[in-house]
Every structure is written in structure tokens, then in C-alpha cells.
């Protein structure tokens, strides 16, 4: 199966600053990577999709990059509401899987 | 709105089993396929499986091919899954998600349900 590995595993930074997380896969995945935010106690929500495309309800602040096996997800000046987890996710082939998630944290 | 509700929480002995329901409501059931994905306390995301709500076909992750069973009852909307042989490893949030597009297995997971605690303890 391919596996996602996700860095940094925290990243402390401060609202109005810029994110960037990264994802690396095992294999090529093309675009068929995702990114999911999840916040303590809630489910994660889809964020992007295939790469680069923003899910319904998401600013344009979030965006996604990326193909084959390097990717990332940028927040382009944090808001208080986006400190959460992140997961990437491959579609790839069967399991899909996750990256063991980034956690991004106020300074 | 679509929305997936699911059973509340479980605790369970192990090697007991535990069926954990997701009723669907918003949008045609048989049109979407739905995953189940777990999270262990503290930690990342796991699939488990997926099924067809139409003609009830499953697909499992090979960690849990033994002991997963995922069915569906279209007259009240609901999947379930049910794990078997519980260990204490098996601790988790279970959550089913929906997939994001119809007709197919696109395995883009949107949108989730709340999540059901299941705890494994003697």
C-alpha cells in the first residue's frame, strides 16, 4: 500500500502568518491526493481535492499543489479557526490511505 | 441537507462484537457509496472498507478482512458495520463517511458522520 508521510508533524506559527504543509508518497499518486482538516472532537472535513481543488465552504486563503509524489497545502495568512489537525489522503489505488497528519498549532 | 447519523457510543468486552449503524438522509441512498474509517485515541486516520448501498458489494481493507462485515438496509437508509473479535487495539472512533461523487468508488471522503466511540476494556 502507499504510504503518506506527512511533515512537519506540529507547526507553530502565529494568525496572519503563512502555512505551508507538505505530504510525501511512497508512489506516484498522480493528483489523486487530498487534504482533510479535522478539529479537536469534531470529524474531519474534506478540504481538497485531487490536488488542488477546494471543497464547498473553505476559503481561498487554503490552497492545495502538487503531483506524483510531492505535495502541499498552503494557508496563505492564518486565522485563528484554521489551528488543526491535517491529513493528507490518496486515491490512487486500493487501501486508500492517510498521512499520519500535521498538526498546526499557535505560537 | 445531507447528513449521516450515527449509534451512540459502545463499550464492549473483547472478543465480544459490535454493530455500529449510520443512517443516511438529504440525498439518494443508493446512489452514493459509503467508507467506514476509524481513528485510535490520539491518533491518525485508518480506512476500513466501502459499500455499495445499491447492490450491497463490499470492499475491505486486508487488515480487517476476517473480522469486518458492512451491510445496508435501503428501506431505512442505514449502513452498518460490524466488527467481530474485539481486542483493546480496537478502541476507537469509528466514523462513515460518505463518497464525495455518485456512482462510483471515487474514494473522496465527504461528508463524515459524528463518529462513534467504541471502547474495548475487561
Known amino acids: 500500500e502507499i504510504v503518506l508521510t506527512q511533515s512537519p508533524a506540529t507547526l507553530s506559527l502565529s494568525p496572519g502568518e503563512r502555512a505551508t504543509l507538505s505530504c510525501r508518497a511512497s508512489q506516484s499518486v498522480s493528483t489523486f491526493l487530498g487534504w482533510y482538516q479535522q478539529k479537536p472532537g469534531q470529524a474531519p472535513r474534506l478540504l481538497i481535492y485531487?490536488?488542488?481543488n477546494r471543497a464547498t465552504g473553505f476559503p481561498a486563503r487554503f490552497s492545495g499543489s502538487g503531483s506524483g509524489t510531492d505535495f502541499t497545502l498552503t494557508i496563505s495568512s492564518l486565522e485563528p479557526e484554521d489551528f488543526a489537525v491535517y491529513y493528507c489522503?490518496?486515491?490512487?489505488?486500493?487501501?486508500?490511505?492517510f498521512g499520519q497528519g500535521t498538526r498546526l498549532e499557535i505560537k | 441537507q445531507v447528513q449521516l447519523v450515527q449509534s451512540g457510543a459502545e463499550v464492549k468486552k473483547p472478543g465480544a462484537s459490535v454493530k455500529v449503524s449510520c443512517k443516511a438522509s438529504?440525498?439518494?441512498?443508493?446512489?452514493?457509496?459509503m467508507h467506514w474509517v476509524r481513528q485510535a485515541p490520539g491518533q491518525g486516520l485508518e480506512w476500513m472498507g466501502i459499500i455499495n448501498p445499491s447492490g450491497g458489494n463490499t470492499r475491505y481493507a486486508q487488515k480487517f478482512q476476517d473480522r469486518v462485515t458492512m451491510t445496508r438496509d435501503t428501506s431505512t437508509s442505514t449502513v452498518y458495520m460490524e466488527l467481530s473479535s474485539l481486542r483493546s487495539e480496537d478502541t476507537a472512533v469509528y466514523y462513515c463517511v460518505r463518497d464525495r461523487e455518485g456512482y462510483g468508488d471515487r474514494k473522496i471522503f465527504d461528508p463524515w458522520g459524528q463518529g462513534t466511540l467504541v471502547r474495548v476494556s475487561s
Open positions: 489522503q490518496h486515491r490512487f489505488n486500493w487501501p486508500p490511505t
Open positions: 485531487d490536488a488542488s
Open positions: 438529504g440525498y439518494t441512498f443508493t446512489t452514493y457509496y
